[in-house]
């Protein structure tokens, strides 16, 4: 199947989401999250739980481009609660290390799991913003005396920011583990396809339907960087300090533009919507998302039929 032809609507856009992990999936539903993880002895094992977001507790939390904001962070969250779980499953030195504790056993003891996800989402976030914001911005000063024109200067840190982006993910996507990641990642869109277009979830039936997805979160970073180049033209080309202040300050902002600009995208058959979606599923087809085999396949559907509810109108895409 052709890019283009993701543009087509099926039947019932949905607002479940996923994340591929160690040999599984994340599955995000509008109650519930489900994570299935193949095991080394070829068993499938399936967590559920109960989702209580912010936007579930407090309606401020829902409200366009708040929400946007609100949903990166948790998502980033359980996404790392999950990838901690499935590699679980596939610690070589479980056995030697069961008795030693770790500095998180020593110093958090009860709450470790809490203090290793805010650790992670610290030093994620840390990464990002030297990678994807310190970085471009000093490599974009370095020719500040032949761009004079503060809109050309933010211009080309965008396009230094999504070159280093594309750099990393094709590197990224080389090393064997992360593939296998990949792969599955592939198996969560067919999946979502599958059951987007009313199909009963079978391996055969997952099997026929693309790798590549509109509303991936690949396509959403992408819409991070675009986005971020006209709302920071507006600030101009100040000094080193309060380039990188101002950027910190409307990442949140940036985000929540870009998640009300998804959100139209995803249930739009405009040539717009096309056009403004095709890097992003580009992006998905050179790094981020690989062809599954059936096993791979067998997990998601497992993990998609975990979320689901009897009400198909509660995971209606608005």
Known sequence: MKIKDLNRVPKHITTIGGQALIEGILMRGPKDLAIAVRKPDNEIILKKEKLN?????????SLPFI????????????GIRALMYSAEFFDDDIEMEENKESFFDKVFKDKKEEAEIVFTLIF???????LFIL????ITNLFKQNIET??????VEGFVRIALFLIYVTVVSKMEDIGRVFEYHGAEHKTIHCY??????????????PILHPRCGTSFLFMVMIVSILVLSFFGWPNPLQRILIRLLMLPIIAGISYEINRIIGK???SIAYYLSYPGLLIQKMATVKEPDGSQI???????????TENKEEDLWK
């Open 298 to 308: 067998e997990v998601a559907i497992e993990a998609l039929k975990a979320v689901l």
């Open 150 to 155: 503060p809109f050309l200067l933010n211009l």
């Open 268 to 270: 739009s058959n405009s």
């Open 67 to 78: 929400r946007g904001i609100v949903g990166l962070i948790e998502s980033m969250a359980f």
């Open 135 to 138: 970085l471009p911005s000093f």
């Open 196 to 209: 987007e277009n009313g199909e009963p979830l079978t391996v055969e039936n997952v099997k026929k339907y």
């Open 124 to 130: 994620s976030f840390a990464f990002t913003i030297l």
């Open 53 to 61: 977001t912010l936007g579930m507790r407090y309606k401020i939390f």
